[in-house]
């Protein structure tokens, strides 16, 4: 799995117009990160993605029933690089109206180089909002935007020796 320089990504449009700015090498990340999450937590845990497009990444669904909504993101350096990280206030709304709308929780997941947190949403403290993004726009205005800073000692682990793996791939570019 290589490194893709965010400010160098290429975007294409959707079949309704929209663009669309994530790419394969993201989703691969992200999936792969669902799976693991399934082996950590359990036999009948099945992680299903949303489509492109959605404010929600995914939900999971345990004995056939609707069990939880799920965010992930997947970040190319280690845990212990920044004090916070970053979650949209788009996303956090729309996780927390899922899991008002039908009493399910939802969580947060961040893939580090080193490891897998994550957080469950009533545990954020959505106070902490500023408007933060990239250096530059690169994708839309929306590269720009509010977010809530989550403290990473905040976030709970969930382990995997592919990311052991995955932190040598990148270490060696």
């Not at 359990?42 to 959605?54: D, R, T, V």
């Not at 994708?139 to 382990?159: A, G, H």
Request: aromatic residues 10%.
């Amino acid at each position: 799995m290589s490194q893709t320089d965010y400010y160098k990504r290429k975007s294409f449009r959707h079949t309704d117009g929209t663009f669309v700015f994530e790419n394969e090498t993201d989703r691969e990340r992200k999936d792969e990160t669902a799976r693991i999450i399934e082996s950590k937590w359990g036999p009948h845990l099945q992680i299903k993605c949303y489509g492109q497009l959605n404010e929600i990444d995914y939900y999971a669904t345990k004995h056939g029933r609707l069990a939880l909504y799920i965010e992930i993101k997947c970040r190319n350096h280690k845990s212990d690089t920044y004090d916070t990280v970053y979650l949209n206030l788009r996303k956090w709304l729309a996780l927390t109206v899922a899991g008002l709308c039908t009493g399910k929780p939802s969580i947060f997941v961040v893939r580090f180089l080193d490891k897998i947190l994550w957080i469950p949403l009533v545990e954020v403290d959505a106070t902490q909002v500023s408007i933060a993004g990239t250096n530059r726009i690169v994708k839309s205005k929306t590269d720009i935007e509010p977010i809530i800073e989550i403290p990473i000692k905040s976030m709970r682990q969930i382990s995997s020796s592919k990311l052991q793996n995955e932190q040598k791939q990148f270490a060696e570019k």
